[in-house]
């Protein structure tokens, strides 16, 4: 491992070396909230950016893509949504996302839309600072020993470089004269100091060693009706997780000779028609149920396999639901802790 | 490097690949038996599956689907369907004439443990629709006749026009090494040949069994499971040689759309054959 400093005046001119290789995105500012997106002028990238709406997913599986172009000679694949990028400003919490998507995408068997993508993205990580909403720390997502090719933490004057990959470090021998690799006393100071300090800044803590027994304990628990109740089943929880994988497919056709074309999209488990099989059968007609599955998949399913939870800790639920279900209130009615959020009104719509 | 096309097909796990309707003809109003076979012959040999594995169909421009064998891994080169008319694209799967061509990839899911079946007694029970997937186990059962003990087939339909395949169940019935129950819920042609009443009036016809040594598979409607497990738990059948095959929503059939996930498993790759002992101990499996 090697790391480096780069001063602050550096990065602008660094970045527009190797954005001269692929192509540069990074979050910049949309309203009061950042998003990613791909960046020509870098005084657009927003480094104080702290969670984007849409996790980088986005760019690995974009939310609609073709799969195949079909006709009377076969289905034809198409990759041609996939290109050589660098992802500039990625935080901790969603490299934790991806890693995740790598497992769910390449278990059993791989697929090769998600892979590929991910294969030709160069991963820039940019350190952070927790607001309100961060847990990443509970979920030890905070910080990151792999899937990065160069990571950068932001000190006051410079910025410490993290080598992760040996692309990464092809990228810093495009302009070596950028970087220094002799680190003082001092440096490494700030860096602990730094640290400490972040480490003290977050507001919640949850604990999620509990969650997969507390999921089989609180099965039938009354929550969930309420939580069923005030669901809109409107998806944006799974649209703005991280780790939210499950997709649908269509074949779509077109007047005259144009090939057709099976297009994925994302899908939530949480949306009405997921589970319906032929016929119209629904295994999930209940909200309750369909909330229960998604938390069975971030606090127990992935923990059974890879033992740890599929939450990342990036806060997107908690700012994005809008009748505040997220892994907070959830965590915390698992507990059984009082919880007083919207949901908890519906006590009286539960019909049973 | 945008726009060009890589091409990745040996490596991709969604590709349909080409193969014909050998033949298609009705089973009874809205059950269609399909025989499919790839295109390539070299494929159509090597292709191997187990019985209770299911593949993904593909119609030109009316989407994908999963559907279990009906044909049995003994009898390889031809796979066999049955299949019900149900949406779009089953609407469009019954429009095509023989020689089509369709997608197909596979073979996915778990399939039956035929080898911890091995020197056992079978029964295999099936209501309407069940007949799907476990003819295909029956058939590898009579085709490998001398690795099993006892093979006993229970099957029930509404009416007889709805037993599916009843001329090759009826021919099974003269077969001495299979003891083969056939009964409607009720019939309406007054020439019915079998006994009348739901299945479970078929029980009190087995011979007594050794129910530790018993496997017993089963596939229906949902109503079926739960009178058909009482009969079998009374039958003293351990939890875990009771078999049953289950359907859900697919999209990629390897594991990554999500649709088909049950607690923590995904139907496509842990399932579809589960036993009840899962089923007791996992959330919302029947």
Known sequence: MRILKLQKKDLSPFLEVISREAQLWAPVTKGDKFVFDQVKDFSRIAMNATRTIIPPKKIMVPSFFNMFHFSEKGYQEDFSHITDRILFGIHPCDIHGLLILDKLFSQAYLDPYYLEARKRMLILGLSCWPDEFCLCKSTHTDIIEEGYDLFFTDLESHFLVWIGSSRGDDLVRLSPGFFDDKLTDKDIQTYIKWQEERDEAFQIEINFTRMPNLMELKDKAFFWEEAGAACLACGSCSMVCPTCNCYNVVDKQFLGNRPGQRLRYWDSCTLPEYSEVAGGENFREHKSQRLRLWYTHKLQAYVSKYGKPSCVGCGRCLVTCPVQIHIKSVTDALEGHPVEVFWKKFAGEVSK | ?286
């Not at chain 2, 298609?24 to 090597?46: C, G, I, N, T, W």
């Not at chain 2, 339909?157 to 090759?168: S, Y």
């Not at chain 2, 596939?219 to 059948?237: A, Q, R, S, T, W």
Request: glycine fraction near 8%.
């Open chain 2, 1 to 286: 490097m945008n726009g060009e096309h890589r091409c990745l097909t040996d490596s991709n796990p969604f590709t349909p690949e080409p193969a014909r309707i050998i033949r298609s003809y009705p089973l009874s109003a809205d059950v269609k038996f399909f025989q499919v076979r790839f295109v390539d012959m070299e494929r159509a040999l090597s292709f191997k599956y187990k019985a209770g594995q299911f593949a993904m169909l593909s119609v030109l421009g009316a989407g994908e689907a999963p559907f279990c064998l009906s044909s049995t891994p003994s009898r390889p080169g031809l796979l066999e369907f049955c299949i019900r008319k149900m949406g779009t694209m089953t609407n469009a799967l019954f429009r095509l004439p023989e020689n089509a061509l369709i997608g197909l990839r596979g073979p996915y899911g778990n399939g039956f443990p035929v080898e911890e079946m091995t020197g056992k007694d079978i029964l295999i029970i099936m209501g309407g629709m069940g007949v799907a997937p476990l003819r295909s186990v029956l058939l590898y059962c009579l085709d490998n006749r001398d690795r099993f003990e006892r093979v006993v087939l229970l099957y029930g339909a509404k009416r007889p026009a709805e037993m599916i395949l009843r001329e090759e169940f009826f021919a099974l019935q003269t077969r001495s090494d299979l003891e083969c129950h056939l009964t409607v819920d009720a019939d309406d042609t007054g020439q019915w040949p079998a006994r009348t009443g739901v299945i479970t009036t078929l029980f009190p016809h087995l011979k007594k069994t050794d129910p530790g040594n018993t496997y017993a598979l089963v596939c229906g409607p949902p109503v079926m499971y739960k009178f058909v497990i009482k009969e079998l738990i009374k039958l003293n059948i351990p939890k875990n040689q009771i078999l049953m095959t289950l359907e859900r929503r697919m999209k990629c059939g390897i594991g990554k759309c999500g649709h088909c996930a049950i607690d923590y498993i995904y139907t496509c790759l842990d399932g579809p054959v589960f036993s009840y002992w899962d089923v007791l101990h996992m959330k919302e499996l029947i």
